[in-house]
């Protein structure tokens, strides 16, 4: 079954507490990118890889780093979370201008 | 630069009443534009996408939208709704050139008997 995973689904952390969010996908997909979702402002993207080792910024890049070392895996990385970056995330593959499928999200909070 | 600017942020409906969802774009290359559902505690699902041909697409669900150019607009429409169609949906589009994709900030649907 063709799909995007992440993990952990739900997480509570602390200020200042390093933490990672995993991203899989079995389609083997070239574009992969990161979204966060907050009310009223849609999703808003964090940053998107074109293929392995090509990662770019995109509209809220600050506080994450991504890697794309393999074509499946693309992880989110929060070095130093803060509470603003409180909210779901999104992680998503697409081949090209095909269907872009979207993981089940993962819930955020920072204290 | 480029951004998608979805007019209406909640949309009431009664049901089998018709529903228009509004999006305009501004790229300044030329794009290709998809509609998104997010039904309640879900993902996201594409509705359908218009990438050439002919500007009228149809989707899921009893779902079209129009594609017009000159007004760089992609609305969204169902001549009749159901319960089942509360939803947020968003608009989204891909540049041709870094074929990069960015959503609007999303309409709620809230279809009432």
């Known amino acids: 079954e063709a799909q995007v995973t992440q993990n952990p689904r739900y997480l509570i952390t602390v200020t200042g507490k390093k933490l990672t969010v995993t991203c899989s996908q079995n389609?083997?997909?070239?574009?992969m990118s990161w979204y966060r979702q907050d009310p009223g402002l849609g999703l808003r993207q964090i940053y998107y890889s074109m293929n392995v080792e090509v990662t770019d910024k995109g509209d809220v890049p600050e506080g994450y780093k991504v890697s794309r070392k393999e074509k499946r895996n693309f992880p989110l990385i929060l070095e130093s979370p803060s509470p603003n970056q409180t909210s779901l995330y999104f992680c998503?593959?697409?081949?090209?201008?095909?269907?872009?499928?979207f993981g089940p999200g993962t819930r955020l909070l920072v204290l | 630069a480029q951004s998608v600017t979805q007019l209406d942020s909640q949309v009431p409906v009664f049901e089998e009443a018709p529903v228009e969802l509004r999006c305009n774009y501004s790229s300044s290359v030329s794009v290709y534009l998809f509609w998104y559902v997010q039904y309640p505690n879900q993902g996201l699902q594409l509705l359908l996408k218009y990438l050439s041909g002919s500007t009228l697409v149809k989707g899921i669900n009893g779902f079209e939208a129009e594609f017009n150019k000159s007004q760089t607009s992609f609305h969204l429409r169902k001549p009749s709704v159901h319960i089942s169609d509360t939803a947020e949906y968003f608009c989204?589009?891909?540049?041709?050139?870094?074929?990069?994709?960015?959503f609007g900030a999303g309409t709620t649907v809230t279809v009432r008997a």
């Open positions: 998503a593959s697409r081949q090209g201008l095909e269907t872009q499928y």
């Open positions: 389609m083997n997909h070239e574009y």
């Open positions: 989204a589009v891909i540049r041709s050139n870094d074929y990069k994709l960015s």
